[in-house]
């Protein structure tokens, strides 16, 4: 199949079951029939497309007669595609982007749409693809950036200006792949030579992480044998902040998929226990083949609902509380996230505040409780937290790496993207001094 039509497929499946972008385009990858060069055009314009989607459809709402929101979803995917390769791959001539639009319209059956999709693309490339920006602040950075007026709004008030425009950058461009190594199966030198095809360089930052050019790792043999897996690096920076030893207990409340048990189980030198929970039971496996994969047998899995105190589990040295929570930090890896509706993350401080006084109840006198999010929303973050500690006199902050120095000496560090090109994070720790 046609990698463009396979996109077109893909962004309509997306609108219509509301799936989200990474899960959907890999399983659908994997079940075609498709050269690899087509996979990769197709990749590139699912991506492409739904992350400049609000520029995308700026220029249509200037060249379409019609209103964006009442153009066949289909069609409309398809003018998405086309503008998308005009703008923004150069590699791909405009009359080739135009002809293989007009054809689209005949292989997904909307061939009567033909003359209109030809229209609008040459109407944009007889403007100089001109993309049409309004005069007042917000709404430009909104069209120019590919961000809702809610984010844009978001960042402005807690962040400024430059850091918004930082943010917003870094948000169009793909995310970096990179992995952890298994300090327990392999070597640094064993991991660089295994992985040297794949551009393997280290992390100026962070031990044992390292960034990758892509392909297919999964089919890897350092993969199959352990020696690393797949974490974004705020998510090592993480477990790091846990600072589990060995023979410890840990307890991580909301672990599926279970890359950060794994990553702490591995500080643990593979000793002690961690029990790591997950509220929907068909995730939990997820959790048990990533820790068996590792070859880490102190990684127990089991359901478990994190607001909801269970007195059978033991009082933990460390707890990891990773809350479910908007991921606007992520939104480079799921770009639908732009297109959510901001009301509802309206409920999700009292969730997450729920799972953190949940969660310091199996933190044992002297131990560590760290609170992370993959968000930059102060709502979900210190503002959790403050209450948190305002209620809870026996927990005191704790430098979150005092080793690392600067920001890192602080007890709630706020993670943008450009400081260490990872997801946005937080992260806060505290330590029980007393009984509650």
Known sequence: MQGRKFAVQLLDQTEQAGSYSNLLLDHALHQVEMEQKEKNLCTVLFYGVLTRRITLDAILKKYSKKPVAKLDPTVRNI????????LYLDHIPDRAAVDE?????????KASASGFVNAVLRSFLRDEKQIPLPKQKKQAISIQYAAPLWLVDLLLKQYGETETI????????PAPLTIRRNPLLATEEQLLEALQEHQIQKHPLVPDAYFLKGGNLRNHPAFQKGWFHVQDAASQICCRAVGAKPEETV????????????????????????????????RVPLITKAAERLHLPNVTAQQGD????????????????????SGIGVIRRKPE?????????????AIQAAILETASRYVKVGGTLLYSTCTIRQEENADVVTAFLAKHSEFVPQPILPEWGGKWAESMVTLLPSDCNSDGFFLAKLQRVQEG
């Open 251 to 282: 307890l991580d409340v909301c672990a599926a998929p279970g890359g950060k048990t794994c990553t702490i189980a591995e500080y643990m030198q593979g000793t002690g226990q961690i029990l790591a929970f997950e509220l929907q039971p068909k």
């Open 337 to 349: 996230i732009r297109y959510k509706n901001p009301e509802s993350f309206a409920d999700l401080p």
């Open 306 to 325: 994190a607001s909801v105190y269970n007195s059978a589990l033991p009082q933990a040295d460390r707890v990891l509380c990773d809350v479910p929570c």
């Open 79 to 86: 003018l998405h595609i086309g503008l998308y390769q005009l």
């Open 166 to 173: 930082a943010f917003l950058e870094n948000a169009l461009q």
């Open 101 to 109: 639009s007009v054809k689209l319209t005949k292989q997904c059956r």
